[in-house]
Nanobody, 126 residues
C-alpha cells in the first residue's frame, strides 16, 4: 500500500508564500507512474481538489481557485511532490492532503484516488 506523508503546513499572513511536500513510500510501481494530486478541506466545507500532476508529469491541472498562484511539481529522485503556494489569502486556510492514483490520469475528484496522506494544516491570517 502506497504511503504518503505531507509536511510544510504553517501559519502565515496574507500575501505570503508556502511550499508543501508530499513524500511517497512503499510503492508498488515507479513513482513517476502515479498521478498525484493535492486536495484541501476547510472547516465546514467539502474536500476540494486543487491540483494534480499526471504520470510522468505529462499534464498538470489546477482548480480555478488556485490557478496562477499555486504550482505543483515532482522530484522523482526524492519520491516527492511539491505544492508551491504564493499570494496566500484567508480562503486558503485548510487542511491540505496529497493523494495518489495508479491510473496515472488527473481527475480532481477524491473518489479517483486510492491513497491519501494524513494532511497538513495551512492557516492564513490577515
Amino acid at each position: 500500500q502506497l504511503h504518503l506523508v505531507e509536511s510544510g503546513g504553517d501559519s502565515v499572513h496574507t500575501g505570503e508564500s508556502l511550499t508543501l511536500s508530499c513524500v511517497a513510500s512503499n510503492m508498488n510501481f515507479k513513482f513517476d507512474l502515479y498521478a498525484v494530486a493535492w486536495f484541501r478541506q476547510a472547516p465546514g466545507k467539502e474536500r476540494e481538489g486543487i491540483s494534480c500532476t499526471s504520470s510522468s508529469d505529462t499534464s498538470t491541472i489546477y482548480s480555478d481557485s488556485v490557478k496562477g498562484r499555486f504550482t505543483i511539481s515532482r522530484d522523482s529522485a526524492k519520491n516527492t511532490v511539491y505544492l508551491q503556494m504564493s499570494d496566500l489569502n484567508t480562503e486558503d486556510t485548510a487542511v491540505y492532503y496529497c493523494a495518489a492514483a495508479t491510473t496515472g490520469l488527473c481527475v480532481l475528484h477524491s473518489n479517483f484516488f486510492g491513497s491519501w496522506g494524513q494532511g497538513t494544516q495551512v492557516t492564513v491570517s490577515s
